[in-house]
């Protein structure tokens, strides 16, 4: 794959032959800033013009939305409309080119080609808006070394997938922060092999068992095809949790902490409200910051909130792509939380010990048919298989993924919440070596090749 990891490893080793080039530490975010518009430049080639026009676009905003006035918001609001501009093209480009096909203009039919894709376009554009956002609010003291800017937006261990930032968490620690050092490389190598770990033999497998049985719903149906949204739900949550560990991993290398962006065993999560606060957390706390406490500022009725609460995750799901499938996956992601609210209060005389293992179950049967709206390629056909009752029970979970999959709980268990790379170096050095061997030799024999990590296309 095109951005794979050996990929990222490479630019990583030329980073870390830039920094040790550097003898002055005050200018050691040159050498991240030039490996990342260097890797840049490989994944989107020709398109790096609209990563550097955003990144003026942003940098000189940030001190014109300082000197405004309150009463100055036009300015503003444009500033952001233009920033989002390059996003808005990207989503809207395929809805509006299969409306010109449908409606066959003058028989002129328009090519859906990529020719507008842009590699890690959502992923800067929000961080470029929540910086000029935290300047209108006075969090944000504009940055007046462009170079730094730019490094934010742009550096090549998040940019694909994110996890997102804030300028606040970052150029900090790209001034202060970078070294190189024993203690990071090895936090940073033992959350790659975790990550990796999980992309090659978790990940890779579990979307087999996932597209045999969502890809021919003819064949799967009723419970079988709830099972397929089942696997989809924990391949999604190994492979973006791993892009997420191999980032974190090779960042740590200079010194450069990101955000875990999930919660350890969110997939166990007893309630879709649970779910959510561990869930791609970045994302969901953008929308919740710049756009959820902005619309109920003044909402003093529950209706008001609720409405919110529906519009925000309706967004997300359009985020996610401008199709009916996302658009109901949102929807539903917020009603069902808003029918949470309601009903959970009931349940509460249940004992906690009983509770939380009932409501995984419960949080489980849901979120694989809402797995199965996301992923789904004919909603329809999704639909008419799951109401067909009548089939069997058919599907197969291969004994090797199960116990691959254990494992990786267990281990996330006996973590406690402390993050892998800590849990690990806390153990005696007999326990460090057996976690090295054992992750290694199952990438080594169970490993299969994989594809892009899915929220590339994001």
């Not at 730094?148 to 300028?167: D, E, V």
Request: aromatic share 20%; charged share 15%; with cysteine.
């Amino acid at each position: 794959m095109l951005y794979s990891f050996p990929i990222l490893l490479g630019f990583t080793f030329i980073t870390t032959l830039l920094l040790l080039l550097l003898y002055s530490t005050k200018y050691r975010w040159l050498a991240l800033l030039l490996s990342s518009l260097a890797f840049y430049f490989f994944v989107a080639e020709k398109f790096i013009w609209i990563l550097f026009a955003f990144s003026l676009v942003i940098f000189f905003s940030g001190f014109l939305i300082e000197k405004q006035k309150e009463n100055q918001k036009i300015t503003y609001v444009f500033i952001i409309l233009l920033a989002l501009l390059p996003l808005l093209f990207y989503k809207l480009a395929d809805p509006v080119i299969e409306l010109i096909n449908l409606i066959k203009l003058k028989d002129f039919q328009v090519q859906s080609e990529k020719f507008y894709y842009v590699v890690g376009l959502s992923f800067f554009t929000f961080n470029g808006i929540s910086y000029l956002i935290d300047i209108k609010r006075g969090y944000l003291k504009p940055e007046r070394n462009y170079g730094l800017l730019l490094l934010f937006l742009c550096y090549f261990p998040h940019i694909l997938a994110g996890p997102l930032h804030r300028a606040k968490f970052l150029i900090p620690q790209f001034k202060n922060n970078i070294s190189l050092s024993n203690q990071n490389f090895s936090l940073g190598f033992r959350l790659i092999l975790w990550g990796i770990f999980k992309k090659y033999v978790l990940a890779q497998r579990l979307k087999i068992v996932a597209d045999n049985i969502i890809d021919f719903p003819e064949t799967h149906q009723g419970i079988n095809i709830l099972f397929g949204g089942f696997v989809f739900f924990l391949q999604i949550y190994c492979d973006f949790t791993s892009y997420i560990d191999i980032s974190r991993g090779l960042s740590h290398f200079f010194g450069i902490k990101l955000k875990s962006n999930f919660k350890d065993r969110v997939y166990a999560a007893s309630s879709r409200k649970e779910f959510w606060n561990g869930w791609h957390i970045t994302l969901n706390h953008w929308f919740r910051d710049y756009f959820f406490f902005s619309i109920t500022k003044k909402a003093k009725k529950q209706w008001q909130i609720n409405l919110a609460i529906l519009s925000t995750f309706f967004l997300i799901g359009l985020w996610h792509g401008v199709t009916i499938s996302f658009a109901i996956w949102g929807i539903l992601n917020g009603s069902w939380i808003i029918l949470e609210r309601y009903i959970k209060p009931h349940f509460e005389f249940i004992n906690a010990k009983i509770r939380n293992p009932l409501g995984t179950i419960y949080h489980v049967a849901i979120a694989s048919f809402i797995a199965l709206v996301f992923r789904a390629n004919s909603l329809t056909d999704v639909l008419i298989a799951i109401t067909n009752i009548d089939t069997k029970i058919d599907f197969h979970f291969p004994k090797k993924l199960i116990i691959m999959f254990l494992l990786m709980d267990v281990i996330y268990r006996l973590a406690n919440n402390k993050s892998i790379e800590d849990f690990i170096g806390e153990q005696k050095t007999y326990m460090r070596w057996l976690f090295y061997f054992t992750i290694s030799t199952c990438i080594l024999l169970w490993g299969i090749n994989p594809d892009k990590f899915y929220y590339f296309k994001f």
